[in-house]
């Protein structure tokens, strides 16, 4: 196990946490809202709007999203820890 400063943790690890946890938040927040704002819909328009194509674009970019956080969880658990 790989001893560190507190400063050498600030400046090397902190960074990149603190990014992973802020953009995860924000996809856990958007996920929700869009469930919200469809559910929130009384009716909808007999032909596709652009919200709803887009909302089909992220799905389908998610799916590759998806594969990425996953790799990166495995890479996150393989790396060697610090105290």
Sequence with gaps: MKHIT???WDRNY????????????HVVIDSNQIRDWVENLGAVPDFETEAISRLKMAK?????????I???????NSKDKVT
């Design 60 to 68: 389908r970019e998610l799916g590759t999203a998806l594969e990425a």
């Design 6 to 8: 507190l400063d050498e």
């Design 14 to 25: 902190a960074p990149y946490l603190n990014a992973i946890c802020i953009r995860a938040a």
């Design 70 to 76: 996953d790799k990166a969880i495995d890479s996150y």
